[in-house]
């Protein structure tokens, strides 16, 4: 079955650290790949994608994610944090050749940032 | 604006009524889909459509009724509602999956 599994609940980093948030996904064929943010009471925003080509992408925000096919993860990193990227963060995957149209959610990991 | 459109923000519904969500995207986008967030849970799929007239069951469709007579709207239907329905709803649209997916700002649903 397809799933996708974000280890960790929540993870609280200083301000300035960098960052490095974990997904694992379990699917026949590479899918396409997600990241979103959600703030307080809003609606997911996409930080960034993945479906084929360099397996480093940017996002916005200053985040990016690797795409790892031996170990079927997608992690997302950002080199140094801000307040305001305190947040909950969903990894997605999708079916790939259109098939479905359909997301995937992991659970989130919500992000604090400590001053 | 362009964007995915959701209303109401807010309901509160007794045991048994029945509603309506409605979510209307003006991007042309073909695929549409309603989630339910609940906490520690993520997004859960209920109901997806890739196209006017085509629509398919999610993880959780029990309780929920959906259509998609047109590209820009696609309704959900809550048929007799249940305390378990209480969730913040997301509509989301994307014009072929592999771009992402456009989220509405979501329906916070109260069944008492």
């Known amino acids: 079955a397809q799933s996708v599994t974000q280890p960790d609940i929540h993870i609280t980093v200083s301000e300035g650290a960098s960052l490095e948030l974990r997904c694992n996904y379990s699917?026949?064929?590479?899918?396409?790949l997600f990241w979103y943010v959600q703030s307080p009471g809003q609606g997911l925003q996409l930080l960034l994608k993945?479906?084929?080509?360099?397996?480093l992408v940017q996002g916005i925000k200053g985040f990016e994610a690797e795409f790892k096919r031996s170990q079927s993860s997608f992690n997302l990193r950002k080199p140094s944090v801000h307040w305001s990227d305190a947040a909950e963060y969903f990894c997605?995957?999708?079916?790939?050749?259109?098939?479905?149209?359909?997301?995937?959610f992991g659970q989130g990991t919500e992000l604090s940032v400590k001053p | 604006n362009a964007g995915v459109t959701q209303t109401p923000k807010f309901q509160v519904l007794k045991t048994g009524q029945s509603m309506t969500l409605q979510c209307a995207q003006d991007?042309?986008?073909?695929?549409m889909s309603w989630y339910r967030q609940d906490p520690g849970m993520g997004l859960r799929l209920i109901h997806y459509?890739?196209?006017?007239?085509?629509?398919d069951q999610g993880e959780v469709p029990n309780g929920y009724n959906v259509s998609r007579s047109t590209t820009e709207d696609f309704p959900l239907r809550l048929l007799s509602a249940a305390p378990s329905q209480t969730s913040v709803y997301f509509c989301?649209?994307?014009?072929?999956?592999?771009?992402?997916?456009?989220f509405g700002s979501g329906t916070r649903l109260t069944v008492v």
């Open positions: 989301a649209s994307s014009y072929d999956g592999a771009g992402g997916y456009t």
């Open positions: 699917y026949g064929a590479t899918p396409y």
């Open positions: 993945y479906f084929s080509g360099d397996t």
């Open positions: 997605a995957v999708g079916a790939p050749n259109n098939q479905g149209g359909k997301l995937i």
């Open positions: 991007m042309n986008h073909e695929y």
């Open positions: 459509s890739v196209g006017a007239g085509i629509t």
